[in-house]
């Protein structure tokens, strides 16, 4: 069913100015078994070139915050709430986030993650209906039957000059993430050893 949905969005044409922007579909990528969902916003130019999200110095970033939990890429899927680059990098337009929303709601329902974790305002948004990114990161909501936990976007790490006190707080809400996983991670790094 994984393949099945990633084959069927890998043309898609329901945004005509996304299409004039994107150089292709960046549907994901990942583990389509994990137990966390991340979604981020939409694919930027690097993104779109690669065909893989978070691939630039945000995804540097995000790899290191999952690092500080025992975790990897290839142990998460990331997706975005759109899956093709708006022109400029410009936030996606609600109609775009509304053409992809199926898409998404048909990923969690294939994957059925435990935990998933919205990056930033758009992905939080649009799973939970708040804004304010800044007041809801590192808490837990439920969207369906699932455990939400929304983060700042590590863009935002980036624009503030790498601001050491930012990253400890992100840091601290990975640990959310890690929490709601169990005793999972402690023991995939004791079994290393």
């Not at 966390?36 to 630039?56: H, M, R, S, T």
């Not at 936030?91 to 775009?96: G, I, L, M, Q, V």
């Not at 649009?126 to 304010?132: A, D, E, F």
């Amino acid at each position: 069913m994984f393949d099945k949905l990633k084959q069927e969005y890998s043309n898609c044409n329901r945004c005509k100015k996304l299409c004039k922007s994107r150089t292709q579909v960046v549907f994901g990528s990942g583990n389509p078994n994990a137990e966390v969902l991340f979604i981020g916003e939409a694919p930027g130019a690097n993104e779109d070139k690669q065909g893989i999200p978070f691939c630039g110095m945000s995804g540097k970033v995000l790899s290191e915050l999952l690092s500080s939990i025992n975790l990897s890429r290839e142990d998460i899927f990331i997706t975005n709430t759109i899956l093709c680059r708006p022109e400029n990098n410009r936030n996606p337009a609600k109609e775009e986030v509304a053409n992809c929303k199926e898409r998404l709601d048909r990923l969690i329902q294939i994957m059925d993650p435990k935990v998933i974790v919205t990056i930033g305002n758009f992905a939080t948004e649009r799973i939970l209906g708040k804004t304010g990114i800044k007041s809801l990161k590192g808490r837990v909501f439920s969207y369906l039957d699932k455990k939400v936990v929304p983060v700042i976007h590590p863009a935002s790490y980036l624009y503030s000059g790498r601001n050491p006190v930012m990253f400890a707080e992100m840091k601290g809400d990975f640990e959310v993430i890690r929490d709601m996983l169990g005793n999972q991670n402690q023991q995939k790094t004791l079994a290393e050893f």
